[in-house]
T-cell receptor, first 111, second 115 residues
Framework: EDQVTQSPEALRLQEGESSSLNCSYTVSGLRGLFWYRQDPGKGPEFLFTLYSAGEEKEKERLKATLTKKESFLHITAPKPEDSATYLCAVREAGNNRKLIWGLGTSLAVNP | NAGVMQNPRHLVRRRGQEARLRCSPMKGHSHVYWYRQLPEEGLKFMVYLQKENIIDESGMPKERFSAEFPKEGPSILRIQQVVRGDSAAYFC?????????????FGPGTRLTVT
């Protein structure tokens, strides 16, 4: 069964303490991996799309990387405003645009 | 370019009533997705629609739930005879018609409370 697994479930960091979130997937033919951020009470906000192994994308303190089996979201010198739930989703081969979602990593950054 | 719009933002219904949730996709998007989210839980896919067509409804309960996306107007998620277990946040997302652009953009959600 196609699956997306995110780890850890929750992560607490001190401000400035860099770390990485993991998203591993088992789908038949990856056609895109997507990272989102969700703040409490709001809809998910799109961050990055990665399509092929070796690809990297950056935005401020966030950098997303992709291998053949997993993706990492690296957070460099996080700030309290980076606290949120980070969601990963994948699109598998085929014409269906439906995404398969992980359960997310809840990140808390303490000042 | 306005983002995805959902209304109402909050909806309170008594058991047995009907709930209608509306979603207007971003301009240039004709693909709409509905999700449900319970507190402390992940997003659960319900249904994927393209103008006038249901593409995938594998996540939607067979009874009481229906969705449409007419040629004109917003997409509607309809829940008949609501029960307490239907209380949740319902999110709508849309994606572009353009090839190779599959990322979904989300609305702010409708929080349904069934009393």
């Amino acid at each position: 069964e196609d699956q997306v697994t995110q780890s850890p479930e929750a992560l607490r960091l001190q401000e400035g303490e860099s770390s990485s979130l993991n998203c591993s997937y088992t789908v038949s033919g990856l056609r895109g991996l997507f990272w989102y951020r969700q703040d409490p009470g709001k809809g998910p906000e799109f961050l990055f799309t990665l399509y092929s192994a070796g690809e990297e994308k950056e935005k401020e303190r966030l950098k997303a990387t992709l291998t053949k089996k997993e993706s990492f979201l690296h957070i460099t010198a996080p700030k309290p405003e980076d606290s949120a739930t980070y969601l990963c989703a994948v699109r598998e081969a085929g014409n269906n645009r439906k995404l398969i979602w992980g359960l997310g990593t809840s990140l808390a950054v303490n000042p | 370019n306005a983002g995805v719009m959902q209304n109402p933002r909050h909806l309170v219904r008594r058991r047995g009533q009907e709930a209608r949730l509306r979603c207007s996709p971003m301009k240039g998007h004709s693909h709409v997705y509905w999700y449900r989210q319970l507190p402390e839980e992940g997003l659960k896919f319900m249904v994927y629609l393209q103008k006038e067509n249901i593409i995938d409804e594998s996540g939607m309960p067979k009874e009481r739930f229906s969705a449409e996306f007419p040629k004109e107007g917003p997409s509607i998620l309809r829940i008949q005879q609501v029960v307490r277990g239907d209380s949740a946040a319902y999110f709508c997302a849309s994606s572009s018609d353009r090839l190779l652009f599959y990322e979904q953009y989300f609305g702010p959600g409708t929080r349904l409370t069934v009393t």
